[in-house]
């Protein structure tokens, strides 16, 4: 068990989402304006009229995605709610941690979670993006944004993968096990595990996320032991870019055409439901499957605040506190800097 002394402090990293339906375009206008989303020849003089251009364009179509959510995203409440049950866990091993949120394109946003950090007057920083698998466009601008805003020089450390941890593993299992227990004969059910993709432009410079990805799968199969059928595909698409595939419309219709009639869906890449699993996969691609004639469809729940997944954060910042520790054991605490 690790046991120090001094307060620290676990920043929580992800998307964000609109949290009213008058927010949606200027949320899209925060996506598209990221130097990691859109990058181009002379992109620092174009890239906030393409932004506004694209966020006008698609408010209307994306606000209709999360009118099936009650006209918002779920996701800042659940990782509240992930980073509440976080700091309860460590508090049990007696770590003085404050957890708090930092969305990358809506409140609460990076320099709001610096603000909590500065006031809870913390001794030592843990990095925990919520993007299991790493890609530049996630965790990389995650990590971006914190360095253009955070200046302390305090000791600071990171995760930035927790792909092949066992007990985020452990915990995507049990979730699949129990959408499968929904289904009269679990064994037949074609599991599909559906990841948000990228650009192969990020792909093919070097981007990890796509062997990553399918890493995860590869583990979680082994894991669940199960002899069911599976694939592996890709969401969210946006613009004329060529994206990694086959996507979760191409994969149901492959399904469909093969005359499977159960289905689960996996969403792989994602930690909570939100306006990708909730709405893109349980409302759109259910009502897809339904008239492709597939019979039966599941969506795993989100891996959200189970405990778990808990277990497995706990387990990521205790790790991350005793390395620091160990790379200067002769300070009081550590000066280690990991966020590469």
Same mark, same amino acid.
């Given at each position: 068990?690790?046991?120090?002394?001094?307060?620290?402090?676990?920043?929580?990293?992800?998307?964000?989402?609109?949290?009213?339906?008058?927010?949606?375009?200027?949320?899209?206008?925060?996506?598209?304006?990221?130097?990691?989303?859109?990058?181009?020849?002379?992109?620092?003089?174009?890239?906030?009229?393409?932004?506004?251009?694209?966020?006008?364009?698609?408010?209307?179509?994306?606000?209709?995605?999360?009118?099936?959510?009650?006209?918002?995203s779920p996701i800042r409440s659940?990782?509240?709610?992930?980073?509440?049950?976080? *700091?309860? $866990?460590?508090?049990?091993?007696?770590?003085?941690?404050?957890?708090? +949120?930092?969305?990358? #394109?809506? !409140? @609460?946003?990076?320099?709001?979670?610096?603000?909590?950090?500065?006031?809870?007057?913390?001794?030592?920083?843990?990095?925990?993006?919520?993007?299991?698998?790493?890609?530049?466009?996630?965790?990389?601008?995650?990590?971006? *944004?914190? $360095?253009?805003?955070?200046?302390?020089?305090?000791?600071?450390?990171? +995760?930035?993968?927790? #792909?092949? !941890? @066992?007990?985020?593993?452990?915990?995507?299992?049990?979730?699949?096990?129990?959408?499968l227990a929904g289904f009269p004969?679990?064994?037949?059910?074609?599991?599909?595990?559906?990841?948000?993709?990228?650009?192969?432009?990020?792909?093919?410079?070097?981007?990890?996320?796509?062997?990553?990805?399918?890493?995860? +799968?590869?583990?979680?199969?082994?894991?669940?032991?199960?002899?069911?059928?599976?694939?592996?595909?890709?969401?969210?698409?946006?613009?004329?870019?060529?994206?990694?595939?086959p996507s979760l419309h191409e994969?149901?219709?492959?399904?469909?055409?093969?005359?499977?009639?159960?289905?689960?869906?996996?969403?792989?890449?994602?930690?909570?439901?939100? +306006?990708?699993?909730?709405?893109?996969?349980?409302?759109?691609?259910?009502?897809?499957?339904?008239?492709?004639?597939?019979?039966?469809?599941?969506?795993?729940?989100?891996?959200?605040?189970?405990?778990?997944?808990?277990?497995?954060?706990?387990?990521?910042?205790?790790?991350?506190?005793?390395?620091?520790?160990?790379?200067?054991?002769?300070?009081?605490?550590?000066?280690?800097?990991?966020?590469?």
């Amino acid at each position: 068990m690790v046991r120090i002394s001094k307060r620290v402090g676990v920043v929580l990293f992800q998307l964000g989402g609109p949290d009213s339906p008058a927010a949606v375009e200027s949320f899209l206008y925060n996506l598209f304006c990221d130097p990691d989303i859109i990058d181009f020849p002379f992109s620092r003089l174009g890239r906030r009229p393409l932004a506004r251009l694209i966020a006008s364009t698609r408010a209307k179509k994306v606000a209709e995605h999360y009118r099936v959510l009650g006209g918002y995203s779920p996701i800042r409440s659940l990782t509240e709610r992930q980073a509440a049950a976080l *700091e309860a $866990r460590l508090n049990r091993d007696r770590i003085d941690a404050r957890c708090v +949120v930092a969305m990358r #394109y809506w !409140h @609460p946003f990076t320099v709001e979670a610096i603000a909590q950090l500065e006031n809870a007057q913390v001794d030592q920083v843990v990095l925990l993006p919520l993007y299991p698998q790493y890609s530049s466009t996630t965790t990389g601008s995650s990590l971006n *944004e914190w $360095r253009r805003q955070w200046h302390d020089a305090g000791p600071t450390s990171c +995760v930035t993968t927790f #792909y092949r !941890h @066992p007990l985020y593993i452990a915990a995507v299992v049990d979730r699949i096990n129990g959408a499968l227990a929904g289904f009269p004969g679990p064994a037949a059910v074609q599991l599909v595990f559906s990841a948000h993709g990228v650009p192969m432009s990020v792909v093919e410079k070097g981007d990890p996320y796509q062997r990553q990805i399918e890493e995860t +799968v590869a583990l979680v199969m082994e894991e669940g032991a199960w002899s069911n059928p599976h694939c592996l595909c890709y969401q969210s698409k946006v613009g004329a870019s060529r994206w990694l595939r086959p996507s979760l419309h191409e994969t149901l219709q492959k399904m469909a055409s093969e005359k499977v009639r159960e289905v689960c869906v996996i969403p792989i890449s994602f930690v909570s439901d939100h +306006v990708e699993t909730l709405g893109e996969i349980d409302h759109c691609a259910r009502a897809e499957a339904q008239r492709l004639g597939i019979e039966r469809f599941a969506m795993t729940q989100g891996l959200n605040d189970s405990p778990r997944f808990i277990e497995a954060l706990a387990a990521l910042v205790l790790a991350a506190i005793s390395e620091s520790r160990l790379e200067d054991p002769d300070r009081e605490e550590t000066g280690a800097l990991s966020i590469a």
